[in-house]
Nanobody
């Protein structure tokens, strides 16, 4: 059974940093499109960053230059490095994957979801 388990969320002040991790089991993340989505209260879930098996990434415009998505294949872990966080980044962040090798946008529909980790940015 495929499982995606996120960690690393928390509360930070504006300008702070957080690193989210997503450990996969029964699933090789390097073989598929992986990504991070987020959902703020009262808003729709949106794609934040994605990475295909070829290493090509897609990043939401509003977080470009601040967020970086990467994989640690040895640990079968997806990572989202978030710097210079802003209050509008506050949301539940979800790790997700679709059984496709490549993804060049953030519009794909995941086959698998993690349970989410909360990120709160507030002074």
């Amino acid at each position: 059974q495929v499982q995606l388990v996120e960690s690393g969320g928390g509360s930070v002040q504006p300008g702070g940093s957080l690193t989210l991790s997503c450990v996969a089991s029964a699933y090789t993340i390097s073989a598929y499109c992986m990504g991070w989505f987020r959902q703020a209260p009262g808003k729709e879930r949106e794609g934040v960053a994605g990475i295909g098996s070829n290493g090509i990434t897609s990043i939401k415009n509003s977080v470009k230059g601040r967020f970086t998505i990467s994989r640690d294949n040895a640990r079968n872990t997806l990572i989202l490095q978030m710097n210079n966080l802003k209050p509008e980044d506050t949301a539940m962040y979800y790790c997700a994957s679709v059984r496709l090798r490549y993804c060049y946008s953030l519009t794909w529909k995941p086959d698998y979801w993690g349970q989410g980790t909360q990120v709160t940015v507030s002074s």
